[in-house]
């Protein structure tokens, strides 16, 4: 019998098979959102969070790409800053506990849920009358990915002299690029349909009270 274990894929082959179960998670929890007949923001958070996290470990073969950061920014224009801070702190324990938890989780909590935080912020800029902006919403998510990784790049000064730290920012600017990059790539990709299920769910859905996130759902 032949056994399907000891194919040696490669690194390229691992990606292809990640891509696609990442494809077929997000097409099983689009089809478990559609028979939610309740608006319930909780359960999206749950599956946006299942979501993330899989897109994290999945996508973790490709350096510095993964759809955290949008999915966190989404959930701050859409369902404030305390659900946001939430699904962030979640998403980045659960799965460091697979990729590496250490102190750097907490960085990583923090950066995500300052995300969370400014996408409530400017919610009302960002949505407005059940309608999402994509070309302002790519501009914010390709700077959270120059904010995300220069807070998480705080945790180094455990271990490096401030007079370098700036050296080592300097050297991870390629990376902060692929983060952009990959921020902007998952706008295009999911931002609309990710609104569109949000919007379903949300507690409210009057522009008027969507216009006062920052103020009143924190």
Known sequence: MIDAHAINLGPNGILFVNVALLTM?????????????????????????????????????IPNIQPVTVIVLLAGIHFGAARSIILATSIALISNLYLGHGLWTIYQALGWSLIGVF???????????????????????????????????????????????FLYILNGIPFDL??????????????????????RHMAFK??????NFAKTRV
Request: aromatic share 12%; proline share 4%; hydrophobic share 55%.
């Open 25 to 61: 998670i997000g097409w099983a929890l689009w089809r478990a959102e559609k028979s939610i007949t309740t608006q319930s923001e909780m359960i999206t958070l749950f599956l946006l969070g299942i979501f993330a996290i899989s897109g994290r470990i999945l996508l973790d073969p």
């Open 206 to 211: 009057q522009p008027s009270v969507v216009d």
């Open 119 to 165: 996408g409530a912020m400017i919610s009302s800029k960002i949505y407005s009358n059940n309608k999402l902006s994509v070309n302002p919403l790519m501009a914010v998510a390709a700077v959270s990915g120059f904010v995300f990784d220069w807070i998480v790049s705080i945790s180094a000064l455990h271990v490096l002299s401030p007079d370098i730290f």
């Open 178 to 199: 692929l983060h952009a990059a990959g921020n902007m790539f998952f706008v295009a990709w999911f931002a609309v349909p990710l609104s569109e299920i949000m919007t």
